[in-house]
């Protein structure tokens, strides 16, 4: 007689083998903020609700399947996976579709696709690959050589132009690079070559990106044009004190001043209704998710692992950071969206393959172990 039960159990047990509950129950924590807070910030909320329900299901199936491969195989996918991330985004300056003034789009017939998503993971596991492949022998040259991995890159993405997109693949390779030895002594260097370098590359900017820098320090200047989304954030955040004034009360919200509010700028629709208090509690989750990726990178074997799985950690404070510091003020605004919260199928499938890269580091370790 068939053991029905027995089976239901080892089909089970097979299934989560490779799923890290701390990771899932906070990232799947942030992302019911970021559904209530969508279904908020939206007059058709069950029409945003739904499909972002739909790309989270999609996203976690793609996390459950990158968990359940050892990292020694996703070295493999490497190479691969950034030469053709750089092919696709080449292609995005010669064929790309422009929306708004920005050609950052491939059109495939039935979808379009933005490449520049598949850097954010192709460059920090093209650098853990190369710094796990000369570890032995490792010397300055090999330092520069990773620079240039990474400088090619920002360099076309930023020319699409998409400033907060280069930035978060810049700020991936960085990470490997400092996390596999590079001295201080060098960044304090690069930091004052850069200040020194700050009004050549001003000159460098687009006029867009120049006004943006130029709203943040006074956004009064364009009151209802560049500095439009910095005031009426500001004015949200501000509005919900410490306790806020209450889910679907928002008024800055539901009387459509603040802009793109269920994708860039859904903290100030969060933060309106939930105040500070609610603030410390999404700071907190977004806090352990930070803290646990860091453990998983401590205690890596290999590496690679150890490269990967900090970068991609350090990536999702990146995100955090640049996303909540332009919506408060302290940061020009540059189109980053909030991870597991803001609207958007492509970041969402981008930051949970970072999600099942860590549980992949995490859980083979512990396998090994047995």
């Not at 299934?15 to 939206?42: P, Y």
């Not at 998503?117 to 492949?133: D, N, Q, S, T, V």
């Not at 820098?213 to 500001?234: E, F, K, V």
Request: charged residues 10%; positive net charge.
């Amino acid at each position: 007689m068939i053991d029905v039960v027995g089976t239901l159990r080892r089909w089970w047990l097979n299934a989560i083998k490779h799923v890290d509950f701390s990771l899932l129950l906070i990232t799947m924590a942030i992302m019911a903020i970021g559904l209530a807070t969508i279904h908020s910030a939206t007059i058709d909320g069950y029409q945003r609700m739904l499909p972002q329900a739909g790309n989270m299901a999609l996203a976690m199936t793609i996390m459950w399947l990158v968990a359940r491969v050892p990292p020694h195989k996703l070295m493999n996918f490497a190479v691969p996976l950034y030469v053709l991330g750089l092919l696709l985004i080449i292609a995005v300056l010669l064929f790309g579709i422009t929306v708004n003034g920005a050609r950052r789009w491939l059109s495939l017939g039935f979808t379009r696709i933005q490449p520049s998503e598949i850097m954010k993971i192709a460059m920090p596991l093209m650098l853990a690959w190369y710094f796990h492949k000369f570890e032995a022998t490792l010397k300055p040259r090999h330092y520069l050589g990773a620079a240039l991995l990474v400088l090619v890159p920002f360099l076309i993405i930023a020319k699409q132009p998409d400033l907060g997109t280069a930035l978060l693949v810049g700020a991936a390779g960085f990470y490997v690079i400092f996390l596999a030895g590079l001295p201080w002594k060098v960044i304090i260097g690069l930091l004052a070559a850069a200040g020194a370098a700050a009004p050549f590359l001003w000159g460098m900017l687009h006029d867009y990106q120049r006004k943006r820098i130029l709203t943040l320090i006074d956004p009064t200047t364009d009151p209802l044009g560049a500095g439009y989304h910095i005031i009426q954030s500001t004015i949200a955040i501000g509005s919900g004190g410490s306790l806020g004034k209450g889910y679907l009360n928002g008024t800055q919200t539901h009387l459509e001043f603040i802009p793109e509010k269920h994708t860039d700028f859904i903290f100030a629709v969060y933060s309106e209704e939930w105040g500070l208090l609610g603030n410390s509690l999404l700071l907190f989750l977004y806090t352990l998710l930070i803290g646990r990726g860091m453990m998983i990178a401590a205690a890596a074997v290999t590496p690679f692992a150890r490269l990967l799985a900090g970068a991609i950690t350090l990536g999702f404070f990146t995100y955090a950071f640049i996303n909540m510091g332009m919506v408060s003020g302290i940061l020009p605004v540059v189109g980053v969206p909030l991870p597991f919260m803001s609207y958007g199928g492509t970041a969402l499938v981008t930051l949970f393959l970072g999600i099942g890269i860590l549980m992949s580091i995490e859980t083979h370790r512990r396998l090994m172990k047995k």
